[in-house]
């Protein structure tokens, strides 16, 4: 797509964003049951 | 195999699938010729703005029934399902202003959708505190209900905000009366995406219930 706009950074930021959220919370998850 | 183990597994799996979105989202889906590659985050925001509304409601239903039954195990899924409709809230808060920084042209307008949703957040926030502050556990389950079902209720005016107001904020264009107005690729992408965010919604809400049980047995002992 020429004149679609260039702004592949802003995706590439939300879906790196995205993935260190949900893996932050799945290691929170499973440090708190490893401590029980 | 226990609950938290099971949990860990569910999540385990919906992690790798969310890798397979990503790489169908980046990789296989056409690029929108307005919005360009940035309308990608849609097949992340939507689907995690859909499981924060849905977790709430199920924190809703599942408060009221407690209030009626006084089940713990109802209070316990509505903490678990708390938490994780935290977490997606973080997800949707985050997505929402970096599409809106190259679309709109700004990270933030207070308009009727965005706002209703940084404060169901903020309700989602007040829960879990409020869930730390009580130390007597059938006023913290009776406190926590009340407050459940309070942003149950919100959930159908964040969802309508669009038609009740005028927004900024696009008007859904898949969970809407009439047929998706998206293209067959673009959908199927996102009916993925959404899988996945039900998968690792189960998969969150299995380890944090399996969580609260230890914590409460622990308590007992």
Redesign the interface.
């Known amino acids: 797509m020429a004149d679609a706009p260039h702004n592949a950074g802003y995706m590439a930021a939300a879906y790196v964003a995205t993935a260190l959220i949900l893996l932050a919370y799945a290691v929170s998850l499973y440090r708190r049951a490893a401590r029980r | 195999m226990t609950l938290?183990r099971k949990?860990?597994w569910t999540?385990v799996v919906g992690?790798v699938l969310?890798g397979g979105v990503?790489v169908r989202a980046?990789v296989f889906t056409p690029?929108?010729?307005?919005?360009?590659?940035?309308q990608?985050?849609f097949y992340?925001?939507v689907p995690?703005a859909v499981w924060t509304e849905l977790a709430m409601v199920l924190v809703g239903v599942a408060s009221v029934v407690f209030l009626f039954l006084k089940d713990p195990r109802l209070d316990r899924f509505a903490e678990a399902s708390a938490e994780?409709g935290t977490?997606f809230a973080?997800?949707v808060l985050?997505?929402g202003p970096?599409?809106g920084?190259?679309v709109w042209g700004t990270w933030w307008a207070w308009d009727a959708r965005l706002t209703s949703t940084l404060f169901l957040f903020f309700l989602y926030i007040g829960y879990l505190l409020l869930r730390g502050a009580v130390g007597d556990a059938g006023a913290r389950a009776r406190y926590a209900a009340v407050l459940g079902i309070c942003g149950m209720a919100l959930v159908p005016f964040i969802h309508l905000s669009v038609y009740l107001f005028r927004t900024l904020h696009p008007q859904p264009i898949i969970l809407k009366p009439s047929a998706p107005s998206l293209p067959p690729s673009m959908l199927v992408t996102w009916l993925l995406s959404f899988a996945v965010f039900t998968v690792?919604y189960v998969g969150?809400v299995m380890?944090?219930y399996?969580?609260g049980r230890?914590?409460e047995e622990?308590d007992d002992g």
């Open positions: 938290a949990g860990h999540t992690l969310l990503y980046v690029v929108e010729r307005l919005q360009g590659p940035a990608k985050i992340l925001h995690a994780v977490v973080a997800i985050t997505t970096i599409w920084k190259t690792l969150f380890q944090r399996a969580l230890a914590r622990g």
